[in-house]
């Protein structure tokens, strides 16, 4: 028990640690951003692409689900790398 605790402690101190970090160094944090930014681009092309797929095999939709998708959750419409305001 006193193990898991210590572990969990210093799991705990590490994200405090990297959440500071990434804080201060604009830079690091831009560039982390930039890897949020990108997952969420690929996410939503991939799934958009494997649940419109059901569309167009069981529903004969013409890709209408992938649009429809697409638009919702904005597709890879990014501009990289992405600008921030100061």
């Not at 990434?22 to 930039?34: G, I, K, M, R």
């Amino acid at each position: 028990m006193k193990d898991t605790r210590k572990n969990l402690s210093l799991i705990a101190l590490g994200i405090v640690l990297m959440v500071l970090g990434v804080e201060a160094a604009t830079p690091l944090a831009d560039y982390f951003f930039n890897w949020v930014v990108w997952m969420h681009a690929i996410g939503s092309m991939a799934g958009c692409w494997y649940i419109g797929g059901w569309g167009i095999v069981f529903d004969d939709d013409d890709g209408q689900m992938i649009a429809d998708c697409n638009a919702l959750f904005s597709g890879s419409q990014v501009t990289f790398p992405v600008e921030y305001a100061e």
